[in-house]
Nanobody
Framework: QVQLVESGGGLVQAGGSLRLSCAASGRTFRSSYAMGWFRQAPGKEREFVAAIDWSGTLTKYSDSVTGRFTISRDNAKLTVYLQMNSLKPEDTAAYYC?????????????????WGQGTQVTVSS
């Protein structure tokens, strides 16, 4: 069993920053798993935000967050981070951490095997 627990969400003004964390646990979780962040706003489909390979050297970002968000990981702590800067009201959503039983990150929700419960990010204008 694998558990992913997100934290760090909250309410922030436009232009502000937040850092999300995703702590992984469970006997079957491996630091070799690729990890990703997705988000879902009310009435919209879940969309890709960022992903990282097992080593932390390969990252992928959606066009809407490139240059503002940074994904990173600490395999010793089994934790993945999403640093979000220059936040915009359109970034408001529930943010989900996801784990993939492959070393290469994907950009589609169907490619991921494990999901956290989500953390809410609200950006006020």
């Amino acid at each position: 069993q694998v558990q992913l627990v997100e934290s760090g969400g909250g309410l922030v003004q436009a232009g502000g920053s937040l850092r999300l964390s995703c702590a992984a646990s469970g006997r079957t979780f491996r630091s070799s798993y690729a990890m990703g962040w997705f988000r879902q706003a009310p009435g919209k489909e879940r969309e890709f935000v960022a992903a990282i390979d097992w080593s932390g050297t390969l990252t992928k970002y959606s066009d809407s967050v490139t240059g503002r968000f940074t994904i990173s990981r600490d395999n010793a702590k089994l934790t993945v981070y999403l640093q979000m800067n220059s936040l915009k009201p359109e970034d408001t959503a529930a943010y989900y951490c996801a784990g993939r039983i492959m070393v290469v990150p994907g950009t589609e929700p169907i490619e991921y095997d494990y999901w956290g419960q989500g953390t809410q990010v609200t950006v006020s204008s």
